[in-house]
């Protein structure tokens, strides 16, 4: 068994399935858990295992019950369970005194690691940060192709014709957004591999771009001339177009019409028309001869002629139109993608997606060993969960390991559900669970290498059962679509989704179709209804989870909530920046960075009142010369007299002493202190002024979010995106009307490109059904259009697939004519179903089930949690703010009075040569110690060469006196600045030197000779008696004088 | 100090007896930190302080090292210095900026190699030889298997790109070892390891003057094998004793790590003091906190310290332990400490402080000059983050904003060194600028700057902080310039590279009494020191203990081979610095972060695992889990706005009225804002709160409005003629020379400067733009030009309570063609038209009114109303948007003239709008859709969404 996949479902115990077989391995051979790779794609996800593996390995170990005993008594018939759980305490212990080797990590962190372990190899900085703000390096990138131009004249011709290209279109002048919207792509890996291999040079690019100009103009100029021809024609024979058959509004040469204006199409009965397939006039036309007249005179040629020209030349001309539409951004792609270099190495950052693309160029299969020596672990086995969302590099750079594993034959085990994925975006490739690995794998492949996890442990009944019938029909119908070419895709990928309902009876689903304009608020309305109806089923509102599509629609749905009073967390309310304290900071630091204009001034008094619940405004009403100051408005003194002072701050001090100052801790709660947390983290990033922190927070700090523990009673509003992995207990679907298909302008990159532009390799297209049809670039759409539909489908798949209890869908009723969103598919399906049909004014619904209240839980694990929490005490509260500004209450050391001693002022010089002298020969034993000391105080930099050369011609002189000259040749024990203990306190001469019972010491001095002096060392002296030495001498040494003089016994 | 348990130093205080006293001082006591030593002194004299005595020599092993020695371990910035020479000239092409990095890490590998005494030549050969090693040692079997595995892979044919990478990296680093050792010998330079192996030898050798008469060695752990050779040797010799400080249950425990090395020792000097503290006798009450993020976990440490401290602890008890070093600022800033002394063994961040900053920002400056004609030009833009630095606005407050305003007013990207000399007239500051630009002169500069700074701070008595950064900056600068100075030929970029490695982890140090208040510390700051209660923050994996890093030459198999340590004998000396520290406390705290925000995982210490299994049982010990959360207060702010007219408001917008002073109208614009927003026309045209432009660097949107307009004004100058087009074609062959003109006037251009980055695409953008215009009106000819930015038209509406308001507002363009008066609004964005096919007049205008969208068509309909009180021409407008040029000039109406009825209608429309602006009643509020509010500057203060970050 040693590949064994398991495709799962939706709730089918995916993780615990894994915990299983981890714990199966180790019990095996408790030592293994060293060497075991488990691979997961988040955090939250690697904690939730590990956290699992412990808990389960600490249950069995410890005899308590558990539900892994009975599947691993299964798994392994060698062992009983006296042995199981004495494996599990082993490997326990293990664990938790080696717990560097349990490694469940996510992929990247892995990946991650393997890069730094070979940044040497690799050319790569060795202290590089993980940049995750690519849009910021975008927008300094694009900055700095601008910045360079002079230098690139092609580059400058290139923009400036990309400017007057978007003129020409009446588009925006201002290139900027284009280059960035199109510059995304570069942090994503297809673009990667797309681009590999050598660039088309930018002249070459250019000439092309002239050459397809010239096709599409030649095109277009062919049609405006056969179209004036046949109207001067028509005009001639005095026939109007509405003459022709089909009459004013559809008259059959109204086509002629169009090409003049710039409207290249042919409709069919145009087509057929000339093809004689249909008459140009209706039999009873008065003007039958006319028209007939004008045919024969050339029209019908003309007509002819276009036609043929149409069916020889469209094809090339929709080419060309779509790839003129985005040649020009595509051109800078190559130079954005060199200055992205260079930020790299400027800022010494790696950004997020470098990792996979540059361990992808490197590795190789025979690799596996190399990689296990660098890092110092030898995996055996390995598991990777979510695989659906590993991305083709990914895969590419697991492969080896992969590979190495099963060739010694070790296990591999690998989890994932294609129905949940729905991060092809950021790169993850379904393919891959699909097909691909079977490819790779094929010599691994035994026909019990798939398994399917068919249990649904997470929802009810009614909601399981909906499922099953739904995802029957649904991936064919969506394989119906008018855009969708490929219907096995869709029918491989929900291949064995049906779930047996492990959860329990109940359950409810309820789908509604809402009728007419005003849907959207119908929707809203009956969602309150539904919310609070439930909430008297004992529901509560943190049992409940609104799911959406698009961010877009959180607003309708919050502004209905706010009505009904009904508490709600959704992103939006947990931005950051949407807190009054967190504001009136960045406020003031923008005030501080920039110095005010009025309106910044404005906003802060305003903010300044708001923070004190004082909402008047005189501040507004002010003319320019009555403007209210801050002073005014009462701010502190201590910010406006102090601003030069607090700039002087690194930034997180600088934050602290405003809060400090203006004392906002009523009003602080985990907003602030999230922000806090950002800005430590930032300036630990090395964001340490106002404005390069501020540069930051615009382009990504005003997107965070805060998180909150717990919601506690509040409804949670989240994007199906962000549900993946979630579940509750309610879950309401307002608006499940999302379209199949991306809308209008959105990109796919392809490099199905035909052999006469093979070279541009891999390129943008707009995806549009009208363009590119006919176009070479047809099976790229239908490609894509396919990976689209299944994204929808996989979507709606996740979104369905959370609820444990119940389940709200609110769509649109359709309109026939479309059939580009989801309800299209959804309606006949659920109709069929055999739910309960309950027609109302604007709405028809269907229910199945029937509505119930809360069940009190009844399965293992919710009790279990429920236990957990009652261990432990509640949560308590932290409040953070701070609480004193530090840097003046704690001492620095008082170091800088020493600063002397780094200058080279002749006067700063007088005054510390004897210090220096002092302090050099505090580190000297006998004469032959001084250039060592001096070396080193020279490279420790307090001290010059220069300095160090004077200090020692100054020793010199010292040791010109006969006394010197004896004390440091090396016939005394010799102590510098040993501490004497004497009547309970510390005696600490600078030099004490004995022979026998004669006791010497000295003591160093700069200049001026002091009576105080003298009786420090007498001090020193007594203490010296004190110890037992009867011979005791002292001295003072002047050093700025080079003089000597004893000093008395007292 | 602790009651019920002795310190660990107090233990070997115990020892000394009175008699021992005299002889102390020809002893030598070594602790694993200095710190220790310290803390040893302090309990020798809290013991025996009633008598005089000499203390004895009390040393960290390093200083014991040096001493033992008579050499000096150098800095290491040297060392690499010294090693990058050996480097760069094997490799010319090498930088030293990457060498830095992975210099440090070869250093430290060769460091290893020495205190290891492990023979480099074998570990650098081995792969190599690989076959010979295989026979001559005999290695068990384990390192026989890495053995193999290391055969494998350099005998591999084929090898990789990667493997030979790794080879020749490998080859290379031990072909350095040998002579670079060699080198820092003959300059008297050390790295510590070549003294312990030289103490090593040295010790082993029979003849050594020993400096003392006895050695201790106290508290140590893990060993090198030359600290293994130096301690054997003496204990050998009968001149030390050892001192061990451990459990007995954790040495008696193979599966606990924290005993791993002392149970070798145990075996290998069984004489040695073993400390027991039989901690598990001891009760304790040990809580484990799962706490939100950092700055929370900074309250908890503070609060739980401060808890203890009013439970009746000493201070001096108590330690706050920081496994993460970036939580000092946030918990200095958290703890009350006007209260509670406070004892800091950390340091401020050097990189943190604003003096880096300021010179980071200078750096920047010069490393971006550019030269051109012989004169060096700054980008405003990267002068910016140094006119901005505190540190510059110490001679000159004001210099930002002045500086601001004079790049403003002359729409200023680039600056000229002559220029910025003299602006910048505050001589400290000109200084900066009037050097030589090389390191040389630039090293000079920052530290003649910085020297007056401090002397300015000093005179003033103001910043003992900053003046402290300012020295230890400088201090570190001037090491660094001793070898930058050599090196003349390092780019100023490179110069900046080092500089910011170079300073990365320099800390300044705070200092205290080191005994005296709570005690804050790294954690292996707490080597050997027992607190009674302690308090850990960021016990988290991946920080307790550190991450496990990978940060060697030498791969993991070989350096087991080789007996180097790898990260498993590192996880393992941090288990024993923990569980010592834990010993003897009694009261213990462990916080950590248990959400997956910024760099933590969420994950508790594997050591708050291990000490719950082994303690959690105990009766002597409660255990306590607890989480928390952050305060949350769920008040809704309430961010309406409402300007109610009161007598005041109602003067500021008498501006308007006739006769009073200011002499303003009502432009088109202002009525625009009024229908968009009543708000926003409030702010903007009643309050008149006005937005400060940032610099602008490059031309904007506002630039190519306005040059636009200007230069079609000028070449439209002549009134009143018939324009032909031939006219137009002579236009059309000034256009650049025009344009040119007007960006000099408008100050766009400097004389004798060219346009540079971006902006020479928009010039480019602009001369298209007008062409395309005059192409249009090329069509159009001939029409005789009537007006160009036309002003002196009025309309008056008299208004109760206000009197008479005036509007009015400057035309771009009126032209006649055929006897129709036509006014041409330009806009620069994009305008919207009406869509609706006919509409009736009501419509039309009501669109206008009710739509802001519809706004370009609004303007020019007030135009046309103020036109038609003076002209009796039929009218038409239209709007020239620059962003619809190939649709040429649009016509509202679709071109039809506008007639009497139509504008009579909207004369009144008008007028009820101006009196609704001018009601009493009706208060200036906000606007209900926020999709208005996407562009205005006031969104901020209405808390509406906004695409800019405020
Ligand atoms: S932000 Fe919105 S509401 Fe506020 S003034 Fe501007 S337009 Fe009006």
Redesign the pocket.
Known sequence: MALTIYKSSAGSGKTFTLVKEYLRLVLLNPQDFSRILAITFTNKATEEMKHRILEALLQLGQGEKSDYLALLATDLPQFNEQKIRAQAEKAYDLIIHNYSRFEVVTIDSFFSKVLKSFARELNLPLTYEVEMNTKMALKASIEELYRDIESHPEIKQWLTKFSFHQLEEDKSWNVDKNIQQLGENLFKELFEKGLEGDSLAMNDLYELLNQLKKQKANYENTFIRLGRKALSLIDQHEVALADFSGGAMRSVANTFQKWTQKNFELTNTFVSTTRGEKSWYAQKSPKKDAIQGVLDAGLLDTAQEALAFYESNEPEYLDAKALLKNMYGYGLLEHLHGELKKYRDKHNVMLISDTNSILRKVLNQADAPIIFEKIGSHYKHLMIDEFQDTSDFQWQNLLPLVENSLAEGNEVLIVGDVKQSIYRFRGGNLNLLLRQIQEDLAVYYTPETERILADNYRSLQQIVDFNNKLFEKLPSAMAQHESVMDATFFEQAYKGHTQTIKKGEGGYVSVGFYENEEYQENIVRDLVVAMKANKDLDYVYSDMLILVNQKKHVLPITQGLLEADIPFVSDESLKLKSNLPVQFVLLLLRYLDRNADEVLVLELIVQFQRLQANSLLQAAYTDKNSRMTLKDAGFPAAFIDKQHELKQQALFDLVCELLLIFQLEEEADLYLQQFLDIVLEQSQKGKNSIASFLEWWESEGSDKNVSIASNDGAVQILTIHKSKGLEAPLVFIPFADWSIQPSGNSEFWTTQLPERFKKLRFYPLTFSKNALINSSFEDAFYQESAENAMDTLNKTYVAFTRPKHKLFVFSKAFDQNTSKSIQHLLRPIVEQMGGKEVAHSDHVSFTFGEDHPKPTETDVEDNEMEVKDKEMEKNSVLKVYPKVSFLNQLHIRNDSNRFFMLQETSQAKAIILGNQIHDVLSGVVIQEDVPMVLQQRIQSGEMSKLTAQKVQERIHRLFEQPEMLQWFSGGYEVFNERILWHEGSKHKPDRLMFKDKEAVVIDYKKDKEDEAHKLQVQRYMRALKALGYTNIRGYLIYVEHAMLKEVNYA | MLETTCTFHQLIVDRLTTADLPDLKKQCFVFPTKRGGLFFQRALLQKHGQHDFMLPTIFSIEEFVQHMTGRHITDELTLLFVLYEMYSARDKSLAFDTFYAWGKIILKDYDEIDRYLADAKQIYDSLQNIKEIDHVFGYNDEFREIIARYRTLTEKQEKTKLLTEFLEIWKQVGLVYGPYKEKLLKQEKAYGGMLYRSLAELLTQDHFEHPFAHYHFCGFNALSKSEEVIFDALVKGKRATLYWDIDQHVLDDPKEEAGDFIREYRAKWPNAIFFDADSLKISKTINVHGVPQNMAQGVLAAERALDYLNQGAEPEETAIVLADEKMLIPLLYLMPMSEHKLNVTMGYPMRSTVVFDFVMSYLDLWSKVTERDGESIFHVYDLRPFLSNAYTSVFFPAVYQSMNELFKSEHRSRVQLSELKEWLNVQALSALFDIKQDWGGIYQAINTYLTSVFYHFKEKEEHPADREFIYFFLKSLNQLNDYLGHHPDLSLKLVKKIIQEHFRSIKIPFEGEPVEGIQVMGFLETRTLDFKNVIVVSANEGKLPAARKTNSYIPFGLRKVFGLPTFEEQDAIYAYHFKRLLQRAEHIDLIYDHTSMGDSKGEESRFILQLKRQLQHLSQVAWQEKTYESHYNPNQLDAT?TIPKTEKVMQLMGKYVEGNAGNKFLSPTSLTNYI??P??FY?KNVAGFYEQDEIDEDMDARHIGLVVHKVLENLYQRLNEEVTEADITHFQKRVKKVLNEVMMAQRIIQPNQKLTGRDLVTEQIMEQMIQKVLQNDKKDTPFIIRGIEADDYEHHFQIPYAGKVRLGGSIDRMDEKDGVMRIIDYKTGKAEFLTTKNPTDEEFIDKHFEDPKYKSGFQGLVYALLVSNTLNNPLKVGITSMRNLSQGTKWLKDGANLDQALLSEFESRLEVLVREIYDPEIPFT??AD?E??KY?K??G??Q?S?DSAF
Do not use: G, H, V, Y
Request: proline share 0%; glycine share 0%; charged share 20%.
């Open positions: 706005i968009t927003c708000l926003k702010l906000q606007t926020e208005r509010c205005c006031f969104a203060l209405c509406r906004n």
